[in-house]
Each structure stands twice: as structure tokens, then as C-alpha cells.
């Protein structure tokens, strides 16, 4: 069996930055704390425990030491409360976000009631929800569109995650509830690449394997993508998850991982299916040639 891997797969710039700046955070004097899961992965959540950065869901829980924020930001209250607790502020937002929760605090200043295109409960979307002082609509689909009242002044962010062509349907719908619409483009590629990437693989093998957090929805979204393209995808969390029976009789699959999956947790995937194909228990015909 031929292996291939998506050519944009795992790790995002924003999550990669984050990772590299939590590890870079250690410190043997003070605790460090990661406001929520660094990343939607529970081996990396683990890795960073052994490394002495522990998680915590709330501010209240982190007594003393280092704060680390997460790629998906945070409201401007986190850092206030985290300034007035003495806590060292490790800011690990990504750029993309920051843009986004900067874009949503102007056109408050300016006037525009905000709208927000993405998942209501995003831990991202409400961080951004927050800049604009908690006065942003969510609207996720055509039908949540629908539903807002005309406003004279409307100004659009998107949760960077969002997919385009649903923002672009959504947009239209926006334009007829308002007198002035304000679009800010704040849609992230890393998600359309690996989306595209992994469909494009899909394309040219018998079966995909898709790596990531349960939880994690990018990483959903990849084996839906694939499935909803009429190919064959598994999604795992780790190598222990792989079946032999997935491969039997197949000539080539492909790997491709969410924008949170640790390079490591991919190639100790590759590394057990290419044992799994080597150790294939082939039954022999008399006198013909077994490899492996
Ligand atoms: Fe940032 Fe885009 Fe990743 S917004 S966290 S680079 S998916």
C-alpha cells in the first residue's frame, strides 16, 4: 500500500505560534497556565502538563505566575482582570483573531451595529463578541440572516474558521437588512487549503485517514469534506485507532490532520500503517513469493 499526506495538513501558523510560545513559557519558578486547552489535541494538552503548563478554565483558578491566551483570543475584561491579579499575560493570539476582534471594536466606535458570521458558541467568536462590547448579532446560517431586523448601518466580521462560499451567501443576505453594509474580510486561508488539500488527495486514493481531536471541528470537517465528496474517510484521534480491516485490499490511502494535530501524533500515524501494510498476514499459494 502507497501512503500520500495532504501537501497542507496539521498545525495552522496561529496554533503553531501558540504551541511555540507556550513551550516557550516554561518556568521552573512560577506556575504557567493555559486559559482553556491550548489547542483542541489531548496528547499536546498532556505534553505541555509534563512540561509543567497546566490548564485552567477560568482566571479565578490561576493564583499567581503566567497566563498564557490562547490562539482563540480573549475579551478586553480577560486582560484587565488578569493585570489587576499581578499575572504575567502571554499573548498568544493569533494575528488573524486579533484582526478580527480590532475590526469589531472599530465599527463599534464607528457606529455600525457589529454582526459576527460564525458558531455562537466558538470559543473565537466570543472572544470577538467581547471587543465589541457584547453588542454583536451571531448569525451562522442564511435563515439566522434572515431573521435580523433592517439596521441603517450593518459592519460584518467573520469567524477566521468560517467557510467563504457561505459567508459570500450570507453577505447577500446582509446586504437587504440594512441601509450601509461594512465587510470586513477577516476569513483565514489555512482552513480552505487543508480543506482543498485534503479533497484533492481523497481524489487519488481508496481511503483517507483523517487525524485530530475528537472535539476538534476543523478536523471534523476534514472527513466530512472528503465523505461529502463520495470518498472513503476515517477519522482518529491517535495510531492506536487504526484498523487493519480499513486497508484490506487497498492500494493507496492518504493522511491529512486538523489545523491542531501535533506533527508527531501524524507521523506516528504514517509510521503504524506502514507497519500495519508490512506486517499484512498474506496467506501464500504454494510456491509463490511473499514480501514483507
Ligand atoms: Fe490563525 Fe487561521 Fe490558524 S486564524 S489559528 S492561522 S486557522
Known amino acids: 500500500m502507497k501512503i500520500y499526506m495532504a501537501e497542507h495538513r496539521g ?3 496561529g496554533v503553531k505560534r501558540a504551541v511555540d510560545m507556550a513551550l516557550n513559557s516554561v518556568d521552573k519558578d512560577r ?16 505534553h505541555l502538563k509534563h512540561k509543567g503548563i497546566e ?4 482566571l479565578e483558578d490561576i493564583p499567581a505566575g503566567k497566563v498564557i491566551i490562547r490562539s482563540h483570543g480573549v475579551g478586553p475584561d480577560v486582560y484587565l482582570k488578569a493585570k489587576d491579579k499581578n499575572l504575567e499575560i502571554v499573548d498568544a493570539t493569533c494575528p488573524h483573531v486579533k484582526k478580527a476582534q480590532q475590526a469589531a471594536y472599530e465599527l463599534l466606535k464607528s457606529g455600525y451595529q457589529v454582526v459576527i458570521v460564525g458558531e455562537c458558541h466558538h470559543p473565537e467568536v466570543q472572544s470577538i463578541i467581547a471587543w465589541s462590547n457584547n453588542q454583536a448579532k451571531v448569525v451562522e446560517t ?3 440572516a434572515n431573521q435580523l431586523p433592517h439596521y441603517p448601518r450593518l459592519g460584518v466580521v467573520s469567524q477566521t474558521t468560517f467557510a467563504a462560499d457561505e459567508f459570500q ?16 474580510r477577516t476569513i483565514c486561508t489555512a482552513t480552505d487549503l487543508r480543506q482543498k488539500a485534503a479533497i484533492d488527495l481523497a481524489k487519488k486514493v481508496d481511503v483517507m485517514i483523517v487525524v485530530g481531536g475528537k472535539s476538534s471541528a476543523n478536523t471534523a ?3 466530512s469534506v472528503c465523505r461529502d465528496a463520495g470518498h472513503k474517510a476515517y477519522h482518529i484521534e491517535s495510531a492506536s485507532e487504526l484498523k487493519s480491516e480499513w486497508f484490506a485490499g487497498v ?3 492518504g493522511i491529512t490532520a486538523g489545523a ?7 507521523e506516528e500515524v504514517y509510521a503504524k500503517m506502514e507497519q500495519m501494510t508490512m506486517n499484512e498476514v498474506v496467506t501464500p499459494e504454494p510456491g509463490s513469493i511473499v514480501k514483507g
Open 31 to 46: 506556575p504557567v497556565h493555559t486559559l482553556g486547552p491550548i489547542i483542541h489535541n489531548p496528547q499536546m494538552v498532556s
Open 11 to 13: 498545525f495552522c501558523y
Open 169 to 184: 451567501t450570507i453577505i447577500s443576505i446582509l446586504k437587504t437588512k440594512c441601509d450601509e453594509l461594512k465587510i470586513e
Open 142 to 144: 442564511p435563515d439566522e
Open 221 to 223: 470537517r476534514l472527513a
Open 55 to 58: 490548564s485552567a478554565d477560568k
Open 260 to 266: 491542531s494535530t501535533p506533527d508527531w501524533v501524524i
Open 251 to 253: 492500494q493507496s490511502a
